[in-house]
Structures are given as structure tokens and as C-alpha cells.
């Protein structure tokens, strides 16, 4: 079965630094592999996915994530963080088929200023 | 854009009672879900919903909780007898084909059992 392992239950960046939130994964066969965003008292909307093709893969809101097969490793990034940024950030997984996804823990991303 | 939408957004009620938790999947979407989230806690996967069937379920879903598609267009999940663990945030989701497609998820019921 799949698993998500997101390291770091809470991150913490200056406004306008990096943002960098670790994701690595479990899979005997290759993985569809996304990010989603959580913002207080909301749903979980989904930033950005990778399915096949391109490794580095853009999502919104100036977010972006690389597939990295032989670090079986999705990690998402954003040059410049803004205070807009803070929320709770899960990576999840899910393999080819209906089968359900997968989430991490989650990881609370806090923007100072 | 379209969304999947759920009611209520906040629903409190009496240990041992039954709920109903109601969802409106995006209108052409095949596949549905629903997870729940403890408070300070991962998302789970309860239940896959497909064809008027279940698809796929965890073992937290247990004989305790049912899903439902009864008009078409509502999805519902039943909790009788609730207990106070129950209490969570309750996602409902849809996917369109079930394929590499992320899921389009509402914003969540929030279950206090009291």
C-alpha cells in the first residue's frame, strides 16, 4: 500500500523567504502524487499535481513541486513566501486505478513578518 | 468554477444519536469520497462511491456508518449511534473519472459529539 511521509509538523519562514515542505512517498508502482491546501475553518483545495510527463510541476498561487523517482520524493516549494501563505499544507498519493488518496500528516506552514 | 458542496457546516449533537452528513458532488463527477479529520490529525479515507456502490473502504468504516446516493445528486453518510470520537471535520470529495485526477474536495462538515 502507499504511504505519505511529510517531514516537519510545523515550518516556519520569514515573509519573502523560502518556502520548502518535505514530502516523500511510498509506492510499488508509480504514483500520482499532489499537494493541498488547507486554510483555517476550510476545505482542502488541491495546489498542484504530478501524474506523468513533466517532473517539475507549477500549481498555484506561485507553488511548484519536482518528482523526484530516485528519492521517491515530492517536495514543494515557493521562492518568496507571503504572509497570505499560512496554512496547513498535506501531500498526498494515489496509484493508477480508483484507488483513494493517501495524505500525509499535514505540515502547518507559519509566515512571519 | 464548479464546487462540491456540503451541508451543514457545523453540526453538534448527542452521543448515541444518528446523523446524516450531506454532500452535492460536482454534477458529472462518477467518483465520491468522503474522509474525516480528528482535530490536529491526518485526513483518513472513510469510503469510495462508485455506480451506486461502495468501492472501497477503510476499516474505520465500519458497521456503524453508510453511504447513500438517494436522488441522484446528494451523497450522504449516515452515522448512527455516534460516540464521542466521532467527532471530527467530514470531507466529502469527487473525482471525475477516478483516474490520475486529484480530487475536488467541499469544505467540510465539522461533528462535535457531545
Known amino acids: 500500500a502507499q504511504s505519505v511521509t511529510q517531514l516537519g509538523s510545523h515550518v516556519s519562514v520569514s515573509e519573502g523567504a523560502l518556502v520548502l515542505l518535505r514530502c516523500n512517498y511510498s509506492s510499488s508502482v508509480p504514483p500520482y502524487l499532489f499537494w493541498y491546501v488547507q486554510y483555517p475553518n476550510q476545505g482542502l483545495q488541491l495546489l498542484l499535481k504530478y501524474t506523468t510527463g513533466a517532473t517539475l510541476v507549477k500549481g498555484i498561487n506561485g507553488f511548484e513541486a519536482e518528482f523526484k523517482k530516485s528519492e521517491t520524493s515530492f517536495h514543494l516549494t515557493k521562492p518568496s513566501a507571503h504572509m497570505s501563505d499560512a496554512a496547513e499544507y498535506f501531500c498526498a498519493v494515489r496509484v493508477l486505478g480508483n484507488t483513494p488518496l493517501v495524505f500525509g500528516k499535514g505540515t502547518r506552514l507559519s509566515v512571519i513578518a | 468554477e464548479p464546487e462540491v458542496t456540503q451541508t451543514p457546516s457545523h453540526q453538534v449533537t448527542q452521543m448515541g444519536q444518528e446523523v446524516i452528513l450531506r454532500c452535492v458532488p460536482i454534477?458529472?463527477?462518477?467518483?465520491f469520497y468522503w474522509y474525516r479529520q480528528i482535530l490536529g490529525q491526518k485526513v483518513e479515507f472513510l469510503v469510495s462511491?462508485?455506480?451506486?456502490?461502495?468501492?472501497?473502504k477503510s476499516e474505520i468504516f465500519d458497521d456503524q456508518f453508510s453511504v447513500e446516493r438517494p436522488d441522484g445528486s446528494n451523497f450522504t453518510l449516515k452515522i448512527r449511534s455516534t460516540k464521542l470520537e466521532d467527532s471530527a471535520m467530514y470531507f466529502c470529495?469527487?473525482?471525475?473519472?477516478?483516474?490520475?485526477?486529484?480530487?475536488?474536495f467541499g469544505s467540510g462538515t465539522r461533528l462535535t459529539v457531545v
Open positions: 454534477s458529472n463527477h462518477l467518483y
Open positions: 462511491f462508485y455506480n451506486n456502490e461502495i468501492s472501497e
Open positions: 470529495a469527487s473525482n471525475p473519472t477516478g483516474q490520475d485526477y486529484g480530487y475536488t
